[in-house]
């Protein structure tokens, strides 16, 4: 699952958990789709309530694969308006990428030295060309 949707599950967690039954149509499609298996459908079942089941399927399912995400909208149905909600946050999720690494910093400032002392020369270069030319 890309990065974007997970976050997108995190920051939904406590809404979907309180609007999302999994127990009927979720949990049968996500196993028709292969995105969790028998054992996975079992364990949730056993959840004591309905809060309970829908946290344990969001735990599982950022580890089921790339397909995982889109496969849960589909299997939201029943809850058209999670659904959109959900549509409408992937697509204006901003992931944050990771800090750049010192080497990463050293790269970058060694190729803007290099770049700096590339204009340098082109104007010195310009320069004795200029004098050079006869007017």
Not at 40 to 61: C, N, P, S, W, Y
């Amino acid at each position: 699952m890309e990065a974007r949707d997970k976050q997108v599950l995190r920051s939904f967690r406590l809404e979907l958990g309180a609007e999302v039954l999994v127990e009927g149509l979720v949990l049968q499609y996500l196993y028709q789709e292969g995105i969790l298996t028998e054992s996975h459908v079992q364990e949730i079942k056993a959840q004591a309530t309905g809060l309970r089941k829908t946290m344990l399927l969001l735990d599982i399912l950022p580890s089921r694969g790339p397909k995982a995400f889109d496969a849960f909208l589909d299997s939201l149905q029943e809850f058209p308006w999670v659904r959109e909600k959900l549509e409408k946050a992937r697509e204006e999720a901003v992931v944050e990428l990771p800090a750049e690494t010192e080497e990463q910093r050293t790269e970058l400032a060694k190729k803007k030295k290099k770049k700096k002392e590339g204009r340098k020369k082109a104007k010195v270069f310009t320069a004795m060309i200029v004098r050079t030319t006869p007017a």
